[in-house]
């Protein structure tokens, strides 16, 4: 991603990436396994990565890259290659989170073979989890359960850019076509007339039918989990820029606008919209990614003001959540899933790897 205005980014923005940086060194030495969630405070890792594990080895190359730090390069090859076994995974809708910001940013900076075939086998397993009849790949398959085999996943479109990226590398035009299909599913079924998001659309099956919307992170079927909102705002945009596909452009940009007018003041969203309780968990990861969402939208479309709003975002993230302390994670004030009572108001390791993101992507 290119700075085509030449806009500089804003004054606190070295500090921030640099603070960054060290927060990184910090958690690579207290960990061996991968950061998921934390939880007083604490990481809890696993051994797996399970669907997270992709960012923190993407956050180990964005800082290595920032710092030009061996040490930092070392650890990040060593984390994307303890999940290179994951390529064949026939029931993981995350294999992009799992896969791009890992073996194909390894690719490119080693140009090592090994991880462009990993990340391509992750594609093809991703693409096989694709249901003709319904046009869509199901979510959880990890979860083992027939019931997961008609659920699709808002979060999901943040997964289709792997297919993207392996039809252009390998000229297989049936990856793409898959990550074309399950889109147009989302827009036609999990994107609201107002510009919101459900998190989950129920299908049949067997058939295909579509059943209707719910959720299972947010407050309720019809409300508009902060997080949903901001994986389909920034998985939109970054299909858009690498399809030339207008209509995903357009889609994002309802759903941004529609984010960024549900903000409250301070600028971190609350865990759900719908959630309006003056003391509601808040999400700092969902700000994390819809700022990084609205730098790619920005570029996309031209249009200045997604990068004005994705700079609001940063700047309340880097002066409300950043932690200075010496435990958990680059963001405080993130909520990984209330309605179960996971990691609320702690870090999350996709909202600390999407704010670095987002603060190197300001600076491109
Ligand atoms: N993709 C799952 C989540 O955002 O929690």
Redesign the pocket.
Known sequence: MTNRDSTPPPPWHAAALAHAVTQVRRIDAEVSDFPHITEGGRWRTTADGV?TGGFWAGLLWLAAIQARDATLVDAARRMTDRLLPRMHDQHNH?LG?MFYPSAIVAFRQTGNLAYRDAAIAAARALAGQFNPDGNYIPGWGFFGGAEWQGQV?I?TLMNLPLLAWAAGETGDASLLDVAHRHAATSLRYLLRADGSVYHMFRFDPASGAPLGGDTY?GAGPESAWA??QA?ALTGLAILGAMTGDATYAAASARVARTFVDALPPERIPPWDFHDRQPDAARDA?AAAIAAYGLLRLARLTGNPAHRDDAVDLLAALWQRCANRGEEGGLLLHAT??LPHGLGIDESTM?GDYYYVKALTALAE
Request: proline letters at 0%; glycine letters at 8%.
């Open positions: 669907w995350d989170f996943l979060d992170q997080r949903g994986w990861s990984a899933d996709y």
